[in-house]
């Protein structure tokens, strides 16, 4: 065992990592951090992750975050069950792709759970959460469009994995907040695209255990 | 000329692809962008980049957005003049620099920025703006102790040519508003390393021309 992989349940770039280390078959060591009762900000866990953050990998004693960073160094470090394209524009298309989610797809999300889902006081200025909404069902509309037949590319790559958990907080805010829903949302070719990332053998275990049932 | 790219001046990210160009002596056509007229949003621009944004780049006619990804790109394409280190772990933490100055750091900047610079109708909250510059001088701290000699890692890298633009936007912030500064923003290692990108023989010629005198 010489990967460990401090997780939090919820995180989307940490689901990101999780499903490479499942895709690629590796075996690890997984840490699970509450994300809500301070525990990333612990003197202890700080000294591993300075930002606070998850997730962090350390292979044998090489200490890295950002998702994106850990995904490009399991790539190159473990090479069998790629998933980055081989061909260069193919490649390049896979990581814009990663961008894209998380610069322009993410940050619409995370404002509308900030509204909704991660307020104890009830949710926030309903029309800027129908304005979110709204942004949010336009954004989503770049993705649908984007899909190929099965995947973001020919084959599953990093903008699937990547994009997955993002289209996963989406859903949960669609069931957990059906009346505030603005649009389609999660269309029929994203829609199909989700069962088939959760019909991969080495989905069920990545879930998120409070998202079950 | 096969390289096209698409400039915005003072797009801390167009910056970052134009001096890693300028580093790789690639010979490319620019074409600069208004940020401020909508030029962007404007349809022929949209049909090149979708999300409207700096930079683009086009090689032939292989079209691509989002910095990191071009970077990754014109790596593998023309790998002289490298800039990506070849160590699989000094590239991941190369990696995780530009990560975290685009995750970290920027965005307190761009706050900053639109409370006050990019405001047509005098400065925002004092209160908001202060709390502001206590999380920038508390995230330059990071980049401070990181610096290791001369750059972040032992050669310059895409971290240093990633995050001078970011630097270059708080130095830019400490002048324009002095008074609103708290605590020392850029210290002596990041001076230093400011001065250093800038004594680059190809760097002037990035330089935004507002900016100038």
Known sequence: MKIKFYYGSGSPFAWYVWLVLEHKQLSYDITTMSLRNGELKQPEYLSINPHGKVPTLVDDDFVLWEASTIV?????????????????????????????????????????????????????????????????????????????????????SIADLAIYPLLALVKRIHEKRPLLVVGGLIKPKLAAFMNRIEALPYFAVTTPPHWKG
């Open 72 to 156: 490009e160094f399991l790539e190159e470090k473990y090479p069998d069950y790629s998933i980055i394209p081989r061909e260069t524009k193919q490649r390049a298309i896979a990581r814009r792709y990663v961008a894209e989610g998380y610069n322009y797809l993410y940050p619409i999300i995370r404002r509308i759970m900030d509204l909704t889902l991660m307020r104890a006081d009830g949710d926030g200025d309903q029309a800027t959460i129908k304005m979110e909404m709204e942004n949010l069902d336009r954004e989503l509309d770049y993705f649908e469009n984007a899909i190929q037949n099965d995947y973001f590319l020919d084959e599953i």
